[in-house]
């Protein structure tokens, strides 16, 4: 594969980008349907930071940012950069000056499947960003790779246009032609989950507010006081 | 194993867990001959905080929080909830709305050797929590499990009631006989510390506060010079 | 092996190291040829903090701090201890109170192929630290090792002597004899990053200035728009 | 997300996947432009076995084989089941009965992203596996999930119907519309390496036979007497 | 922690263990709820080989194996050797020297929550084997441990006297008072899955057997052809 | 770092090489001190085989296997191929044509701090390979690196023309200089160890062999009765 650079995929609509901008990662993932997540191993390198934007896919070599650059070219207002590599990779391909780069394009942030570097400069000039680790190792730019096509990150897929929601939880994917809907579901769940905040606030137990006593009762799990439990012998 | 929920578990007395508060993980451990160290993958979603209360514990299926709300009407005043899986397991079984309701019942952190999620929205209302990792993947109510039964945890038994402390350096438990021991122990150890730290902030070293030179000497650790080192071609 | 302590190993000139101090890790490795880094496992206990001294190695037993109380002595003003084990090891083998006896001595900060522990008062004292672990599993003094002898760790090996930079992003180590050179390419790299910062800010692109084009036509990827890509049916 | 199972997906022609057979994951990955392999944690319960066949996908819930149950019945003559789950899960959600279940239907083969148990039996039994983890640990049918829909695994997509090819040296995925030309590419790689073979058994060397030593050359890599490269002092 | 070494602890009735010996470790483990398993990161050395006996437990220094020589002259006939240590350690406490003192004592083989050596040696005199991990790096003995103690391993408590069954499969622990009921429940378990397989090589599905249909239903899980699937452009 | 490629390195005498032959990775290694181990991640693709011969080394760029061609040229009778990467990799930098190159100029094996790939090939063709990981993914040949300059793999510095010895076991490392004294202590070492497993089949204990009654004694450790420690109610 000589690799491919997509120029102009679909995106989702800026507008339903822009609602789900209020909801965080857990909800929205619950909202479609326990879908979307990155695993944890994906982890921000700042703290109480929240991204939203429409995804760039780059698909790299590792120790290779070749095509990190020919990715800016394609980044634009509202975009989040999503890189991958073909195979695993821990250096940093990415660091402060792409950062200064992409900000100029009104890019608001990066995830990365790899290392990142200069986390302090990153943090100093609030470019928002997520790796799976933080590494100096520096790169050449020497093999070809692709730029919006869809990419396989941690059990999820990515296509150039999709959504891509990010904070202190890690990053979730919404398909683009969904963001719409995720965001009235976020707000469905956002106000259910408001009356339970409330409820449990007030005392009440989640055994009774989702009925759940009736559960243990059928799954066989029973009540026993610490004398009977520690009669057993077990 | 249906499971079970056990009510009434044995605590540690709540003067002993007290006593045990103005001490750090490294010094109780320590003072308790090294035992009750949970590893270094359970770490803490905040800086700064220290934790000490009776554990009630939790054994939970993998991406299953049905028994944590068991757990949740076990917990009261002074508690430290404890979740583990019964296999290895990321998924945040545990967020906001769960330590809302804990933390109206008194309860005073969480310790999970699984995932937690709403970290951000945890570290604003300060309700104190280490994990194994940090994911918001959510979970069904399906499978049944047990509520304070004794449970495994990264080579420590941890039995309801038993003292749960947290600080930076992670988590230790403390059999709920021994809290009071392990106070006593703790002063002690601190009260030698505290002279240990001021005879190095004047400059004695450890070799001859702790008679060291004789153990490397016996041990046939030889001082030499970097020239006769380097002389020897090795 | 009973182990040796090597007690006068040539040291990179004073001059030399502070003259590394203005740059990052990053910087250093790249300006150095993309060498000397540790990778992504030894992590800062703290944020934001640079330092850079010369190295006083200690390769330990695991489970064991013997060697580092050795080490202490051998440390002095604008040194950084830097601590091994024979095998892998995620145990505390360093804290606040060899902390206060390097501080003492001027020590500028510590780097650990292993654990460390104690470190909300590692960074209540200020004194800087990176490691592989955070555990405050305690340590014996039994078994020999050695002092300011080279050290293989994660890839690299330091010497005693050898000047150590450690920042946010990681540590990497320079041959003593290179600290010069070092920081003079440092010094020539950053005044080019500074210039394609400035024009990475005016907009200008990495596949120009770095004449990426060729080097992406050469390696036959291709510019293909949506529908064209698409329509491949891949 | 309620799931749904897909009964009737394209498949790859039965005779494009046979023409696959011959070849093993290195020469088809190679032949498919470096593409296709899932990476070096899913490995084989045996030796030097082969299997070539089409996907039935399977995404289950950690700790669940609901259903795993649910695809027996989708899987026919000369499929290949792939099963992950939705977050990590190392429990042994496939053992021998299912293997019994799945030869009686003529499958070839299973491919985990997840645990495996009766690892003895379908050694007996000649049931090919390969698998993320081996353990015993047995799982519930409580929760719901998907069949014959895409899976992402390991960086790879795997959709129902695709050629699915694993050996010693892992699992490698051919998208179902390219099975033919993934044969064609690698009998044409196969014979260039019986060429390179035969060359390198008479001694020529890579590096003459790829022309490297230009390679070389314009990346300024040097040779050097071992005296010259000792004499650096580098 | 000194360390104690406990002489005569109680254990599993001879005749009941043996009762054991003719179900793998999958069978006993679901026979007993699923429980007592050790995770999939220990692995045996050899193939094909099952193991039953009664514990004798130690617990060790990182890198130190002085309590396994306490432990040999606790062993005897029919006793299987279960060794953990206070963090975590991959160096080979054990190889073929312990192997013969055990040996001559009647010891049917040895668990380690460690590394293992003398892999070829072990598997060449017949003396089955458990490990984390295989590695020569040999052991010092300056450490105090314990030797017939409870120990907690991979989320399971070991006590001396327990029965241990290993295979292939991995590792399952059994309750000393509860080997005659784990041998009774897995009889019955190996009739029901003699009749489930005959079931299965007929061609029955698990969906009927089990009655799975309702509960896919029940979960909302839908059958769609492709076509009303790949018309959904989800 | 553009690299560099020694061409005569100075290597150990091949009639201590051959000395070496006769012993196994642990006693070496236990001979030498206990040093030289390379870790337990790097494992055999083969079982029974043992290899000796003298380095020649490769420092790589992650996924460009070049420097591995160029090493080709540099190997002869006798050699074992190491191999590094600059950062970590598990890419398959080596296969079968590689292993058919090499065995065509005699050289003896190959270790991989990287992937490996056609492990079944080089099993039949009885080329004995040690690696970090199998893989089939494929390289570029586009950076460069070294070879025969001096590698740091897993804590140990491996130089050019060094004692590469590996079995079952793993891999240890002699430096060139002590390849007799080395084989000089595993014979010595391996007569104690004949004397220990003569004594050991008849019964005697470690503990009296090796006079570590005493060692317990000083250490604290307590013998008591199971009556005695559970009556302690701990």
Redesign the interface.
């Known amino acids: 594969?000589?690799?491919?650079?997509?120029?102009?995929?679909?995106k989702a609509r800026p507008e339903d980008v822009e609602a789900l901008a209020g909801y965080?990662?857990?909800t929205v993932?619950?909202a479609?349907?326990?879908?979307g997540?990155l695993?944890?191993e994906i982890?921000p390198v700042q703290?109480?930071v929240r991204v939203v934007g429409t995804a760039v896919t780059v698909l790299s070599?590792?120790?290779?940012n070749?095509?990190i650059?020919?990715a800016?070219?394609q980044c634009g207002e509202g975009d989040v950069l999503v890189v991958?590599t073909?195979?695993?990779?821990?250096?940093?391909l990415f660091?402060?000056?792409?950062a200064?780069?992409l900000k100029?394009?009104g890019v608001r942030g990066v995830v990365l499947n790899t290392?990142i570097?200069?986390?302090?400069?990153l943090r100093d000039m609030g470019f928002a960003a997520w790796s799976r680790?933080?590494?100096?190792?520096?790169t050449?730019?020497?093999?070809?790779?692709?730029v919006?096509?869809?990419?396989?990150?941690?059990?999820?897929?990515i296509r150039?246009g999709d959504v891509i929601l990010a904070?202190?939880?890690?990053v979730?994917v919404v398909?683009r032609?969904?963001a719409r809907e995720a965001a009235e579901r976020s707000a469905a769940r956002e106000a259910k989950?408001a009356a339970?905040?409330a409820a449990?606030?007030?005392?009440q137990?989640?055994?009774d507010r989702?009925g759940?006593r009736d559960?243990?009762k059928r799954?066989?799990?029973?009540?026993?006081?610490?004398e009977e439990?520690a009669g057993d012998?077990?």
């Not at 479609?32 to 879908?35: H, I, L, N, P, Q």
């Not at 073909?86 to 940093?92: H, I, K, M, R």
């Open positions: 594969m000589s690799g491919v650079i997509v120029t102009n995929p679909p965080g990662v857990a993932s619950e479609m349907g326990r879908t997540l695993g944890p982890r703290q109480g070599w590792p120790g290779d070749l095509m650059h020919a800016v070219e991958t073909t195979s695993p990779c821990t250096d940093g660091g402060e000056l792409f200064t780069a100029q394009r290392g570097r200069d986390t302090q400069e680790a933080v590494c100096a190792q520096g050449v730019k020497a093999t070809g790779g692709s919006n096509v869809p990419i396989a990150v941690d059990g999820q897929v150039p904070d202190d939880d890690g979730v398909p032609e969904r989950e339970t905040r449990f606030r007030d005392g137990l989640g055994l989702y759940l559960t243990l799954l066989g799990v029973e009540y026993r006081t610490y439990y012998g077990s």
